[in-house]
């Protein structure tokens, strides 16, 4: 279209001053009734059909979106053969320019990104929109550490409205183009725009890293191997970073003051670590009621062997769990790996009634030497981070608010160390127990269909589904 500058106000009342980005469709503009700036952009609009309305209405749907990661839209203009959406104009600059001029980003802020991109992306398709562009310069790093997605609603409508699975895929290219510099298999090449040609899977290399795993899973070719949504919400909010704070270290036995005591202290340490997992604790009451919550189809046992003091590789999260246990949990028998260290399992009846339905997610996640720290400290920093997010967090990934029932708290008598916390969206109601064992942290999240669960069922599913995972770990 030509330049719309110098012509008469957009609708009455929007001046249009500059383009914005590069693509040429969005605007900084004054809106001179009431005196504040806003970002314009054109939807050109298929000619009078049966390809229009579906246009129109995803517009209208991507205008009706209210969630902090995506602009809020203050007006929508039909003028003729295109529509224009009037939005919150976001300042900063987006994630392509930022790469341009510092590079690739850390894996923790790349994270963050990817957790404020995948709610945005989370919200639009529950409410009928969807991006179907997402890329680098689709993502605006906003002041006070405000991530938006810009684009819903105005990208190119031409066949089938994008899947989540597509979506995703393109939420782990700019994940990587963040982490590397360069989209996948485009190394030394400028940093993608939104809306180019994905490489060929083949060419496209996972880096390493925390978010090697995940990327891996992302990018696959297939979108059937492509983790959930909610998988991963739970690996990126587990790579978030937190305020800095004082370095944790291992508790070490009450001693009197004196410079002798340094020594005592670094013997005790290591004495620490070489009877670390050794044995279990004796169940607290906490956990000895669980226990009794327990269908006796799973006795516990009465004196458990020892827990492993290392693990040297990863065990695969699937088979912590065995078909015969998943069915005491009411769950399916054979679970899905959403992605590398996340292990699903499904409702075991479908048409079972909806508050019998219960599903169950475990994330193994282990720790190696690195920086000084051995595998074991490593673990402990991590699962106080995990537990310090927990703490705080008020929300789903897609901006739904929780309700935390049980505030996390410890539940000695599993592993080194354990919380549990019980929360609900008013949906679905969740019991999560997080452990340390040795350099392993293991996340088991049980899940029932239920606002509340007044019977205990959850709690007392999720306890027994930890139980079986520790088992599943002394037989290794």
């Not at 689709?138 to 002041?143: I, R």
Request: charged share 20%; with cysteine; hydrophobic share 40%.
């Amino acid at each position: 279209m030509a330049d719309p500058r110098g012509a008469h106000l957009l609708g009455g009342r929007y001046r249009l001053l500059e383009r914005l980005g590069t693509a040429g469709s969005s605007w900084r503009a004054r809106d001179e009734l009431l005196h504040r700036e806003v970002a314009v952009t054109e939807v050109p609009l298929p000619p009078p059909g049966p390809y229009r309305e579906p246009v129109v209405r995803v517009v209208r749907a991507a205008a009706a979106l209210r969630h902090a990661a995506v602009p809020t839209t203050h007006d929508v203009i039909a003028a003729g053969d295109r529509m224009w959406m009037v939005q919150e104009l976001v300042e900063g600059p987006t994630l392509a320019q930022v790469l341009r001029t510092r590079g690739p980003q850390p894996h923790e802020r790349v994270a963050a990104i990817g957790l404020r991109v995948l709610a945005a992306l989370t919200h639009a398709h529950a409410h009928g929109a969807w991006h179907g562009a997402l890329g680098p310069e689709s993502v605006v790093l906003g002041a006070g550490d405000r991530i938006v997605v810009t684009g819903f609603g105005t990208g190119l409508f031409t066949g089938e409205p994008p899947s989540m699975a597509q979506e995703l895929r393109d939420l782990g290219v700019v994940l990587y183009t963040a982490l590397e510099g360069h989209a996948p298999g485009q190394q030394g090449r400028p940093v993608s725009m939104g809306g180019m040609p994905l490489s060929a899977p083949e060419t496209a290399e996972t880096p390493s890293g925390p978010l090697a795993p995940l990327l891996s899973g992302l990018l696959d070719d297939d979108p059937a191997h492509r983790p959930a949504p909610e998988a991963v919400a739970i690996t990126l909010e587990r790579l978030m970073p937190l305020p800095s704070r004082p370095r944790r270290r291992r508790r070490l036995a009450l001693v009197t003051a004196g410079v002798t005591v340094v020594a005592l202290a670094a013997a005790a340490t290591v004495t620490a670590v070489l009877s670390r997992g050794s044995a279990e604790p004796a169940p607290s009451p906490t956990a000895t009621t669980a226990a009794r919550s327990t269908p006796p189809s799973a006795p516990p046992s009465s004196r458990p062997s020892p827990l492993p003091t290392a693990f040297a590789t990863a065990p695969d999260p699937c088979k912590l769990i065995t078909p015969e246990q998943a069915a005491t949990l009411s769950l399916a028998a054979i679970p899905s790996p959403t992605s590398q260290g996340i292990c699903h399992w499904g409702e075991a009846d479908d048409n079972a009634p909806t508050n019998l339905k219960y599903t169950l997610n475990v994330q193994v996640v282990r720790y190696v030497p690195k920086f000084g720290d051995t595998a074991v400290e490593r673990a402990e920093a991590n699962f106080a981070r995990w537990r310090a997010q927990d703490e705080k967090a008020d929300e789903t990934a897609a901006g739904v608010p929780l309700i935390k029932t049980v505030p996390p708290r410890d539940l000695p008598g599993l592993g080194d160390e354990a919380y549990t916390l019980e929360q609900t969206n008013g949906l679905t109601y969740l019991t999560q127990i997080v452990m340390r064992v040795a350099n392993l942290n293991i996340a088991v999240q049980y899940q029932r269909q239920i606002p509340v669960d007044r019977e205990g069922r959850a709690r007392a599913g999720g306890h027994m589904a930890a139980r079986y995972v520790l088992d599943a770990l002394r037989s290794r």
